[in-house]
Nanobody, 124 residues
Framework: QVQLVESGGGLVQAGGSLRLSCAASGRTFSNSAMGWFRQAPGKEREFVATISGSGSTTYYATSVKGRFTISRDNAKNTVTLQMNSLKPEDTAVYYC?????????????????WGQGTQVTVSS
């Protein structure tokens, strides 16, 4: 079993930055692709970013590319989402997810484990 715990959410003004972290335990971390997803009120959960098990490959949703950066530290079993130039439309609950495979994936069904989510609110 894998446990994922997100932290770093909060309230920020448009144009500001936040850094989300996800701490993982219970599995060889470097064998797991990691992803960030988000869900806004009344909307379906959507893909944000993914990173391969080795950290060599990243992939972003078009809506966040150039503003968000995903990274991981396999020695510390953590994955981070640096969010810059935040917009009100980035407001959502952000979820960290882990796959049982080491590639990179943007479909939610590729992920087996999910965190509890952390709220990000961007005011205009």
């Amino acid at each position: 079993q894998v446990q994922l715990v997100e932290s770093g959410g909060g309230l920020v003004q448009a144009g500001g930055s936040l850094r989300l972290s996800c701490a993982a335990s219970g599995r060889t971390f470097s064998n797991s692709a990691m992803g960030w997803f988000r869900q806004a009120p009344g909307k379906e959960r959507e893909f944000v970013a993914t990173i391969s098990g080795s950290g060599s490959t990243t992939y972003y949703a078009t809506s966040v590319k150039g503003r968000f950066t995903i990274s991981r530290d396999n020695a510390k079993n953590t994955v981070t989402l640096q969010m810059n130039s935040l917009k009100p439309e980035d407001t959502a609950v952000y979820y960290c997810a882990a796959s049982s495979r080491p590639g990179w994936y943007y479909m939610s069904h590729e992920y087996n484990y999910w965190g509890q989510g952390t709220q990000v609110t961007v005011s205009s």
